[in-house]
């Protein structure tokens, strides 16, 4: 199946995307409607996975190499120490727009100064 999300094109460079963490499994790259100083999604490559809810188990071990990701980036990057937010939206009524799950990162500020994307 042709992933012809957003986030599918941006994987296959369709549409450029500042990417900051990319290995054979995870892309991660900066929101474009940045909720914090620092806003970045890491995304599953290689699966496309609409929402979280229609996450399989044999497919469970990818929220950790979003979160490993996400951590990693994180203390790389000096904000860890810190601290960070890490969200994940399951559809509509919780504001997810691109159907493809993805692993938010904010941080930068205090977590009262900016909201949960």
Request: charged content about 20%; overall charge negative; some cysteine.
């Amino acid at each position: 199946m042709r992933n012809d999300t957003l986030f599918g094109k941006i994987i296959r460079r369709e549409i450029p995307a500042t990417i900051v963490y990319e290995d054979e499994e995870v892309l991660g790259f900066k929101d474009i409607a940045p909720q914090a100083p620092v806003h970045v999604l890491f995304i599953p490559k290689n699966e496309l996975i609409p929402t979280l809810d229609d996450l399989q188990p044999a497919q469970a071990h990818l929220i950790g190499k979003l979160a490993l990701a996400a951590a990693g980036y994180a203390r790389r990057e000096g904000f860890a120490q810190n601290g960070y937010r890490i969200v994940m939206n399951c559809r509509e009524d919780a504001g997810q727009t691109v159907f493809h799950i993805h692993l938010h990162l904010l941080a930068g500020a205090p977590l009262g100064q900016f909201g949960a994307a």
